[in-house]
């Protein structure tokens, strides 16, 4: 059987922890997309944030605490940076790190693509599944917002990690993604899947522009896979981050039902055949989408490898 799974964040890093572990016990290959909407350059260096997540995530080198970042991280360079007065003084760069942002900042220089570099670095941290950027070109998520008397907009890293979302939020927009190319891999993955899966992930801002790419939203609404989702709101709530800030600005119920619907039913021109809430959201309904209500907190592994489980059964799958 072969898995492709749309992800980006930490929710969608931690459900890629449950779909190896379901993917061995079947046999399965997995192939996760991952978003680069959040990919940013600071410092002179070229941060993936969702692919290292990802990366740490699998690899076992994530932090817990924190949820992001490195285990047993250090911070002189963030603390040096700030004695010099460097900006943005409001992104703060681990030591640990920093050394992947160096390495990846190296081999774009010098000519290798993100998927080339990607799985480069993937060699060290052998996440158990392959890994591809969503797309090799620039593709940024900025956000359109009221700052100091003035409409405009800012990269999303500044939106949530300086301003944590607090400000008027309009819109976001993909900068990028009109002339994105899906990177090497990506839709003969998708065209060779036996089921797609998009993981508990913002849907704005992880899932979304991973579609943005059109190319990919195609071949997955065109291909023969089934596609099932997992719904990121659990009784009203995001299981975590701001996903909920990210609906209200799009205009969507923070609810299961509302996710589902903002990704629609395949046969009505969306993209689901199937769709994942939780035990506590049963009567959520999507038009024209099976629903099936199964618990979904990520609390461990093997919780989180039976909602991987279900998800392949809801798809007809083993």
């Known amino acids: 059987m072969r898995i492709v799974v749309l992800t980006g964040g930490i929710g969608g890093a931690k459900f890629l922890v449950g779909v190896r572990a379901r993917a061995r016990a079947i046999g399965a290959d997995v192939t ?7 990919d940013v350059r600071m410092h002179g260096l070229q941060i993936c944030p969702d692919l290292d997540s990802v990366m740490y995530t699998l690899g076992g080198a994530h932090d817990p605490e924190r949820g992001w970042g490195r285990v047993g991280e250090t911070w002189v360079v963030k603390e ?18 920093t050394a992947t942002h160096l390495v990846r900042t190296q081999m774009l220089t010098a000519g290798y693509p993100l998927s080339a570099v990607t799985a480069a670095l993937c060699d060290r941290w052998k996440p158990g599944v392959t890994m591809l950027p969503s797309t090799d070109d620039r593709l940024e998520t900025h956000v359109v917002v009221d700052l100091d008397g003035e409409r405009k907009a800012i990269h999303f890293q500044e939106w949530w990690v300086r301003y944590r979302s607090a400000l008027p939020t309009h819109r976001f927009v993909f900068v990028g993604a009109d002339a994105a190319k ?33 190319e990919v939203r195609d071949a997955i609404a065109g291909g023969p896979a089934p596609v099932i989702g997992v719904s990121p709101i659990i009784g009203g709530s995001p299981v975590r981050g701001m996903a909920d800030k990210c609906l209200a600005t799009v205009g969507v119920e923070v609810t299961a039902a509302g ?32 629903t099936q209500a199964v618990p979904l907190w990520m609390s461990s592994e093997a919780a989180t490898a039976q909602m991987v489980a279900d998800a392949l059964a809801l798809a007809g799958l083993a």
């Open 259 to 290: 996710v589902g619907g903002l990704y629609g039913a395949r046969s009505d021109g969306g993209l689901l055949d199937g769709w994942l809430v939780d035990s506590s959201d049963s009567s959520a309904t999507v038009p024209g989408v099976p």
């Open 32 to 38: 996760a997309v991952v978003n680069v909407g959040d």
């Open 182 to 214: 899906p990177a090497p891999g990506v839709l003969e993955a998708i065209a060779a899947a036996d089921v797609v899966l998009i993981a508990p992930s913002n849907p704005v801002v992880s899932i979304a522009p991973i579609l943005a790419v059109a």
């Open 80 to 97: 040096e940076l700030a004695a010099y007065g460097a900006e943005p003084s409001w992104f703060g760069l681990g030591d640990k790190d």
